[in-house]
């Protein structure tokens, strides 16, 4: 009987969520730009943190649609095999440090979502932070592509820095999610592999020095929409330089209870450069990659810029680095869990990763398509196909 009425309650709420969604709110959203839509989810983001009542509500939509999923990967007992990429939760810009921790003494909410999104969603990760607050870019930075369920974005790394952001968590320690990733990027605009090397060991440092404990930590090679070279830092020899400089900090920080570190790679490199990523990723200790961040195409503002894809057009190449990764790991017995990141919005999209031995996935662009209970509506059509 109570099976019954779970059963019942999860349709219910899928129905709401997915035909809903679909058919209603978005329609109602895509009379925005994806610029407007993009501010507004933000401003509504801030709010729904500190709502009473609210996060209690989400999180108890996410118990009825989503039944407990646990798997193992990458060194996690994941709660779902569906996490909320990096990106959406990853808070303001700022042009210095001084003002970014100014904010957070302030109590100001600096990273809307923090507590909405998990809530709702489930296994998220935090980021990318860079060691120094960025503002990002300027004016229109996000677009859709409604035909092909794709977006694209030069949001440009905006984010308050390390310190801000490793403060925040730590203030809201005894609130936070049960089980989020936090995403480091390496600097853009940094050549020298020393100096890139220490700005990361110092964003480790600060996070481990907070006291907050995520799940996991991703170090996020890729910066494709920074202006700067997407390739530059996924070279073996320069991932092994900054990598090493992670697992330094995370060895001696976390000794009792190890934290893993994930690395995050761009699509579009030669199959031989993720074979040799792969490589120095299992003599290191990686645990985890994720493939792919956004495949950095011309803007669509026509300006010369170039913008990371996400969704449907980034899909192929995204499985198409899996493959790689998923040869090399084959070939070799490495023990690195490759996760699937590129247009994951169904079952198909994701069976296109799992018949490469994936196991969990990330998504950012399908939340715009399908709503902000994607994941559930994934797992569902997923456990269906199994039956
Ligand atoms: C607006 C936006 C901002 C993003 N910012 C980041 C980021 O800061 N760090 C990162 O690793 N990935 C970032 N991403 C990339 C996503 O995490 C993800 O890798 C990419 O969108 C592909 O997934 P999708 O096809 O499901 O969208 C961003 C994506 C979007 C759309």
């Known amino acids: 009987m109570t099976g019954l009425l ?29 610029q407007q839509a993009h501010d507004g989810l933000l401003r509504v983001l801030r709010r729904a943190d500190t709502t009473p009542g609210l996060v209690r509500l989400l999180a108890a939509t996410r118990g009825l649609s989503a039944p407990p999923e646990p798997i ?14 990096a990106g959406l939760v990853k808070g303001d810009g700022f042009a210095g440090e001084e003002e970014a921790l100014g904010a957070v003494a302030r109590g100001r909410n600096i990273m809307p979502g923090w507590r909405s999104i998990p809530a709702l969603a ?51 320690r005894h609130a936070l999610p049960r089980q989020f990733g936090i995403n480091i990027a390496v600097s853009p605009g940094i050549e020298a592999p020393e100096q890139q ?3 990361v060991l110092e964003s480790f440092e600060t ?17 494709p929409n920074t202006e700067d070279d997407p390739g530059s830092h996924q ?44 490589a120095v990723f299992a003599e290191l200790g990686v645990q985890a990659v994720i493939a792919t961040n956004t495949l950095a195409c011309p803007a669509p503002d026509g300006e ?20 790689a990764l998923a040869d090399a790991r084959a070939a070799h017995g490495f023990p690195v869990d490759v996760i699937g990141c590129g247009g994951v919005i169904d079952a198909a999209s994701c069976d296109a990763f799992a018949r490469h031995g994936v196991r969990a996935f990330q998504y950012w662009s399908a939340l715009v398509y399908r709503g902000p209970l994607v994941a559930a509506l994934i797992q569902r059509e997923r456990s269906k196909q199994r039956r």
Not at 125 to 153: I, K, L, M, Y
Not at 209 to 220: D, E, F, K
Request: aromatic share 8%; proline share 7%.
């Open 304 to 323: 010369g810029h170039l913008a990371g894809v996400g969704g449907g057009r980034l899909h192929p190449a995204a499985v198409a680095a899996v493959a």
């Open 72 to 85: 193992e990967v990458g060194g996690v007992l994941l709660e779902s095999p569906y996490i909320v990429a």
């Open 122 to 172: 489930g296994p998220v990760e935090f980021g990318s932070f860079t060691r120094w607050p960025r503002r990002g870019n300027a004016g229109v930075v996000v677009w859709r592509d409604a035909p092909t369920r794709s977006t694209q974005n030069r949001v440009g790394l905006r984010n308050p820095g390390v310190r801000a952001a490793a403060a925040f968590l730590a203030r809201h």
């Open 207 to 223: 996070f481990a020095a907070s006291g907050v404990r995520p799940a996991w930590y991703t170090l996020n090679l890729s910066c």
């Open 6 to 34: 779970a059963a019942g309650a999860r349709a219910a709420v899928l129905a709401l969520a997915g035909p809903g969604y679909e058919s209603l709110a978005r329609p109602l959203i895509f009379h925005l730009s994806a």
């Open 197 to 199: 090397a220490r700005e």
């Open 235 to 278: 070279t073996a020899e320069q991932a092994r330089i900054v990598c090493g400089a992670a697992l330094d900090v995370l060895h001696a920080a976390y000794s009792a209870r190890p934290v893993p570190l994930w690395v995050k790679l761009s699509p579009g490199l030669a199959r031989e450069q993720y074979q040799a990523l792969m």
